[in-house]
């Protein structure tokens, strides 16, 4: 009965809460003085910056930022309207239900994706097991994927997986035949000359979530995309610093993400004031990014 009650208060997107806050969730921080990885009751705070400026904060029990974009859309949505054409964020965001709901929605995406450092790599571009490297030609209306060795995978089926709500579509993509290939310690996963001697190559892909993919990351490799990076660095994460370090703002007085949010926005309109307050005294200017700084 004790694990049943657990379970419940925890819910389905959290593994953990605390006895003192049911609301919090145990989360690593970034501070860790005994070098322990010790876990801490804490919230996920995200904030909406513009020009310097709060718009909006939302506070969380989620450990990752992946469920925190749309409700503060959403939010904005709401304060707004329909005003919202562009996002920009961190490769923290990226999923493919976030970017997929920007694109039903006519919002630009200037997310940052997870492999971001990885595609600048050589290892990367040679890789001859991914997809990305292989070229494609078309057989009777499907696609078809041509392999390092000049071998055909052809499309087998269609596999859909679902997740918290989200149903995930999967292109199955296989040789029927490589036998007698050299490459195969390279493109197939972990494999085993011993026992996978007689296996063929099969592979597994998004189309949806690549394409969407494709075009965020072609949207931050842009000139706008490059100020865009910029600016988001020095006005978002430049509040989590001054709010951390200069501000010593780093535990909540209160308990309950109604109230954790209650004073995180107090605190955030101090700041807007602040900012304010500069803007009016000519101290602060507003940033627009430099294209001659190169941003990773």
Request: with cysteine; proline share 1%.
């Amino acid at each position: 009965m004790h694990y049943k009650e657990c379970f419940e208060i925890m819910g389905k997107d959290r593994n953990s809460y605390s006895k003192t806050d049911l609301e919090a969730t145990f989360m690593r921080m970034k501070e860790d003085h005994m070098l322990n990885g010790q876990l801490k009751p804490a919230y996920n705070v995200q904030i909406a910056v513009e020009n310097y400026f709060i718009v909006h904060g939302y506070v969380s029990n989620d450990r990752t930022d992946y469920n925190t974009l749309i409700p503060v859309l959403e939010k904005h949505k709401k304060a707004f309207g329909e005003v919202l054409e562009e996002v920009t964020a961190d490769s923290g965001y990226c999923s493919e239900k976030n970017l997929l709901y920007l694109k039903e929605n006519q919002i630009d995406s200037y997310i940052k994706l997870q492999d971001h450092e990885k595609r600048k790599t050589r290892a990367y571009s040679k890789d001859i097991g991914k997809y990305y490297n292989m070229k494609t030609t078309v057989f009777e209306d499907e696609q078809v994927y041509i392999c390092h060795d000049g071998r055909e995978l052809r499309h087998i089926n269609t596999e859909k997986k679902e997740q918290n709500g989200y149903t995930q579509t999967y292109e199955v993509y296989g040789c029927s035949d490589c036998s007698g290939c050299e490459h195969k310690p390279k493109c197939l996963y972990k494999y085993n000359p011993d026992k996978d001697i007689d296996k063929n190559k099969l592979m597994k892909i998004n189309e949806v979530w690549e394409e969407l993919r494709e075009k965020s990351h072609a949207n931050i490799q842009s000139e706008k995309g490059i100020l865009k990076r910029q600016i988001r660095s020095i006005q978002t994460e430049g509040h989590f610093g001054d709010i951390k370090e200069n501000e010593d703002f780093r535990r909540f007085n209160y308990r309950t993400s109604d109230k954790v949010y209650k004073e995180f926005m107090l605190f955030a309109i101090g700041r807007n004031i602040n900012k304010y307050h500069r803007f009016l005294y000519a101290k602060l200017k507003k940033f627009e990014g430099k294209l001659q700084e190169k941003t990773a």
